[in-house]
Nanobody, 121 residues
């Protein structure tokens, strides 16, 4: 059973920082691309950042220069370092990963449970 478990969300003031973590567990053969999405009230879920197994990154224009995605392959964990936070960053953040389970020959997409990030004074 493959799972993604997120942590690190919370309340922070504008201009502050927060780091999100998402750890994969279960019967895993390999992990391919990992990423973060977010969903604000009344809006569609949007891509925040992705990182490939080789370390190539991609960011939404709205977070470029402020957020940094990274991963620790040994820990099967992806991180999102969020700096210079703005109220418009307030959303539920979800991690996502393409993972090949031991029981399957190809990659499947998995979602974390979501963690709330609130930026407010």
């Amino acid at each position: 059973q493959v799972q993604l478990v997120e942590s690190g969300g919370g309340l922070v003031q504008p201009g502050g920082s927060l780091r999100l973590s998402c750890a994969a567990s279960g019967s895993i053969f390999s992990i391919n691309v990992m990423g973060w999405y977010r969903q604000a009230p009344g809006k569609q879920r949007e891509l925040v950042a992705t990182i490939t197994s080789g370390g190539s990154t991609n960011y939404a224009d709205s977070v470029k220069g402020r957020f940094t995605i990274s991963r620790d392959n040994a820990k099967k964990t992806v991180y999102l370092q969020m700096n210079s936070l703005k109220p418009e960053d307030t959303a539920v953040y979800y991690c996502n990963a393409n993972i090949r389970p031991r029981s399957y020959s190809g990659g499947l997409y998995y979602w974390g449970q979501g963690t709330q990030v609130t930026v407010s004074s």
